[in-house]
């Protein structure tokens, strides 16, 4: 596994955005396209608004890339709480891309538990039976949650499905998620974690006994091609 403490967010940022760039190169050259599932939240929106600088987005063949999410809220997609909306407004509307190629986790009018299933056929249709994203970018909650893989929660034990839709109680809605096994399937993961309010459910992430039910990001399998990005307040 291989974790880098940062002393400056930019550093972190800047980084993270290089192997965006790197990688992209990479399956292009190898398979003709990059295909991508991106999170939500206030590290991914930073590295998005580098990616659509004048220095980053002209090294990037953004028409060969397939953009999926990991997990978003239930909600519609010009809400101010839809990790969609955010990737439009800091990277996707700002960039060449395909719109063919954007496959948001939302749709007008339907259950969530049976977009999640049309979800997962969409991603089968990228990807084939194999599932194998180029890259994947997650973050972490205080709680030791990624993705929507929330403490406690049933999704946790999920071995078959790739994309799961379920009822959070403690925050009154919906959520739709990749599931832990697709996830694991990823050539690239990226985690982005920082912060002292994150230091205590890292440390039992890293290096607490095996506890997924109460830090689900420990479900997350520490291979080859598992990035960790953190810094010194959340390492302590």
Do not use: C
């Not at 206030?42 to 987005?57: G, Q, W």
């Not at 060969?64 to 407004?89: I, Y």
């Not at 912060?195 to 039910?213: F, M």
């Amino acid at each position: 596994m291989n974790i880098t403490v940062f002393d400056n967010l930019e550093k972190l940022y800047k980084e993270a955005a290089d192997i965006f760039v790197d990688l992209s190169k990479k399956s292009i050259e190898k398979n003709s396209r990059f295909v991508v599932a991106l999170s939500g939240g206030s590290s991914p929106k930073a590295i998005f608004t580098l990616l659509a600088t004048p220095e980053y987005a002209g090294k990037i063949e953004w028409n060969k890339v397939f953009f999926f999410w990991v997990d978003e809220r239930w909600v519609p997609l010009d809400d101010e709480k839809s990790n969609a909306r955010m990737t439009f407004e800091t990277l996707l509307g700002k960039v060449a891309v395909n719109k063919d190629q954007v496959f948001p986790m939302y749709q007008e009018g339907v259950l969530p538990e049976d977009y999640a299933k049309e979800y997962e056929q969409q991603i089968r249709n990228v990807l084939g039976n194999d599932g194998v994203f180029d890259f994947i970018l997650l973050g972490m909650g205080d709680d030791g949650h990624t993705a929507s893989l929330f403490p406690g929660e049933e999704v946790l034990n999920e071995k078959e499905k790739w994309v799961s839709a379920y009822y959070l109680k403690p925050q009154e809605m919906f959520r739709i998620t990749l599931t832990a096994p697709l996830i694991n399937k990823a050539e690239n993961i990226l985690v982005v974690a920082f912060g002292e309010s994150k230091r205590h459910a890292l440390n039992e992430v890293l290096n607490g006994e095996y506890n997924p039910a109460l830090y689900p990001l420990q479900l997350i399998e520490k291979k080859e091609g598992f990035r960790f990005f953190t810094d010194e307040k959340a390492r302590g």
